[in-house]
Nanobody
Framework: QVQFVESGGGLVQPGESLRLSCAASDDTFRQYGMAWFRQRPGRQRNWVAK?????TTDYAAPLKDRFKISRDNGHIYLQIENIQPDDTATYYCNKGFGPYDSWGRGTQVTVSS
């Protein structure tokens, strides 16, 4: 099983920026790409951004203007700009496509003034 460890979450105010990080091996990235998911309170977990070994990125349509996924030095990053209260969620990273054998603990992002 591939284990992922997410970090970078915390309590932020609306309008601020935040960068989340996840370590991912080169082999996993080449084979599967990588993705960020989030689970907002009371809702199911959904993907928000994906990055593929070609460098192509995909975003959930409502988020593409404020979310940016990138990869550097064995880490996958999710930059969130102009963060909003509705972005409050636990954020997870995982492969770009399933099946998903396991999930990390995620990193909690809370947006509040």
């Amino acid at each position: 099983q591939v284990q992922f460890v997410e970090s970078g979450g915390g309590l932020v105010q609306p309008g601020e920026s935040l960068r989340l990080s996840c370590a991912a091996s080169d082999d996993t990235f080449r084979q599967y790409g990588m993705a960020w998911f989030r689970q907002r309170p009371g809702r199911q977990r959904n993907w928000v951004a994906k990055i593929w070994s070609t460098g192509t990125t995909d975003y959930a349509a409502p988020l593409k203007d404020r979310f940016k996924i990138s990869r550097d030095n064995g880490h996958i990053y999710l930059q969130i700009e102009n963060i909003q209260p509705d972005d409050t969620a636990t954020y997870y990273c995982n492969k770009g496509f399933g099946p998903y054998d396991s999930w990390g603990r995620g990193t909690q992002v809370t947006v509040s003034s």
